[in-house]
């Protein structure tokens, strides 16, 4: 498993998920929770198209190395073989 931090932000109603070491990678919902679930399908999808393209996954910083802007919340978002595997 790998583990991708992730910044999270905004309000009850509508939430954001970037990934500071994808541009262009993000995810929204309308709960917390719903943002990241979508983060996780779109970390899924970005390594399938990624790999399909014989490219290789951006490396992931260390969680300890990235700073939260004021109003963001860091958290880690994993990316598992099984979800690469399964290419839903």
């Given amino acids: 498993m790998i583990l991708y ?7 009850e109603g509508a939430y954001g ?3 500071p070491d994808i541009p262009g990678v993000g995810a929204m919902g ?3 929770n719903e943002a ?7 970390l899924r999808d970005y390594a399938i198209e990624t790999e399909r393209d014989g490219d290789e996954l ?4 260390s969680a300890q190395s990235i ?3 004021v109003g963001n919340q860091l958290v880690s ?3 598992t073989r099984l979800q690469l595997d399964v290419r839903a």
């Fill in 5 to 11: 931090p992730a910044l999270i932000d905004g309000e």
């Fill in 58 to 61: 951006a490396p992931p910083s």
């Fill in 30 to 32: 309308h709960t917390m």
């Fill in 17 to 19: 998920v970037v990934f």
């Fill in 77 to 79: 978002i994993p990316l």
């Fill in 36 to 42: 990241l679930m979508n983060a996780k399908d779109a």
């Fill in 67 to 69: 700073e939260a802007p």
